[in-house]
């Protein structure tokens, strides 16, 4: 398994700014995930985002609300852009572990609320 | 959309078996069931997978039904611990899509 820290791990941020979510996977990966959870609702994917190429983005996702960096194997950033309400939610970075399985592992979390 | 069919919620008491149910009738012949568990709000735990035959693992066990289209999730012991939403979802190379799961109560 895959041991994946996110920082911050919850933030309170001003309506308008922005937000960068950092995750960090103690083993080099080919596939990266970013999710989000609303208030009691389910998780939904963002995006997949693969070292090398474009982020792939989810229906009802866009990369100038969302912008995410992959530089390496080990590292990924999601940016979530000009804040409002809506965008209170927790934000999961997850990854496929390597070597023949397609578990995906989930980190612990940022929680973000906007006020 | 969610591909899988799971009751919104169920106690069990504590010690007793907890047996959760499944729906999969879409699943593809090289899916493979997941089961997954959520900790008041913290990120999702793998639990157990399987393809076609059941599976046990220190956590539970996976019973998948011959036509492959519906699974059991098994905790032997429940214990307060294992209060939390567990989703039940099935994949081959894309990313796991998440319905709302089953909120399982372990009383006292």
């Known amino acids: 398994s895959a041991v994946i820290s996110q920082k911050p791990s919850r933030d309170i941020c001003q309506r308008g700014t922005s937000l960068t979510i950092q995750c960090q996977v103690d083993?080099?990966?080919?596939?990266m995930f970013w999710y989000r959870q609303q208030p009691g609702q389910s998780l939904t994917l963002i995006a997949t985002?693969?070292?090398?190429?474009?982020?792939?983005?989810e229906s009802g996702f866009v990369i100038d609300k969302f912008p995410i960096s992959r530089p390496n194997l080990t590292f990924s950033t999601l940016t979530v852009s000009n804040m409002s309400p809506e965008d209170s939610s927790i934000y999961l970075c997850?990854?496929?572990?390597?070597?023949?399985?397609?578990?995906?592992?989930f980190g612990p979390g940022t929680r973000l609320t906007v006020l | 959309d969610a591909k899988t069919t799971q009751p919104p919620s169920m106690d069990c008491a504590e010690g007793r078996a907890a047996n959760l149910p499944c729906n999969h009738s879409?699943?593809?012949?090289?899916?493979?069931v997941y089961w997954y568990r959520q900790i008041h709000s913290q990120g999702p735990q793998y639990i157990i997978h399987?393809?076609?035959n059941n599976e046990t693992n220190e956590m539970a066990s996976l019973i998948i039904t011959e036509d492959r289209k519906s699974s059991t999730l098994i905790l032997p012991h429940a214990t307060l611990r294992d209060t939390a939403v567990y989703y039940c979802?099935?994949?081959?190379?894309?990313?796991?899509?998440f319905g709302k799961g089953t909120r399982l109560s372990v009383i006292a």
């Open positions: 979802m099935h994949k081959g190379n894309t990313p796991l899509v």
């Open positions: 997850s990854v496929e572990s390597e070597g023949g399985t397609d578990t995906q592992y």
């Open positions: 083993s080099q990966v080919t596939m």
């Open positions: 879409t699943i593809s012949g090289n899916e493979y």
């Open positions: 985002a693969n070292q090398g190429s474009e982020a792939t983005y």
């Open positions: 399987g393809l076609k």
